[in-house]
């Protein structure tokens, strides 16, 4: 069986950070080419401004649709999309518009809504109640996700790292979220 993963980070969120690291690292364990994308040149002052939000989106898609140009996905029996923050947007993006969009699932960390805007098959996603990037307390995530059928989980206090302020917890949660990344990579039900 041939099996792809594909990372797609944040803008900050790069693929070295803990989620995208553990779950590359899963991936790998799990016998998943892992393809791990990069962008640049992003405009600075980013949050709460919906036009460099568009045009940094905008960025990350050009250079993604470049990057993913030379695979084949129709070769792979199994795809995964990981996606943080921005990235999550792109792989949603990307997955709808694939030919091999049946075969691709996605793993959502700390997406954003309009991620949501596209259409896209079997999902699991991870979302803070603390996240400034979706508005804390009133984020649409959960809702969304409910509305779609989209396993959600939320962490506690957590803002868009998926981070606190007590580390121990952190690590706790931490692996709690590698361990339903894995069930999900291993498609176990």
Known sequence: ???????????????????????????????????????SGFPKKVK???????????????QSVKSLAEVDLCSYDDILFIGKSIGTIVAAKIASESPAKDKIRLILYTPLPDTFSFSFGEAIVFSGTDDPWVGKE????????????????????????????????????????????????????
Do not use: W
């Open 1 to 39: 069986m041939k099996k792809l993963a594909v990372i797609f980070p944040g803008i900050g969120y790069t693929a070295d950070k803990p989620l995208l690291y553990y779950s590359r690292r899963i991936a790998s364990a799990e016998n998943y080419e892992v393809m791990t994308l990069t962008y």
């Open 48 to 62: 709460g401004d919906r036009k460099r939000m568009e045009e940094s989106f905008f960025i990350a898609l050009k």
């Open 138 to 189: 009133k984020s649409p995530i959960y809702g969304i996700c409910e509305d779609k059928g989209i396993p959600c989980t939320l962490i506690s206090y957590a803002n868009h790292s998926l981070e606190s302020h007590d580390s121990f917890q952190d690590l706790k949660e931490l692996y709690r979220i590698m361990k339903e990344t894995e069930r999900f990579i291993r498609n176990d039900k």
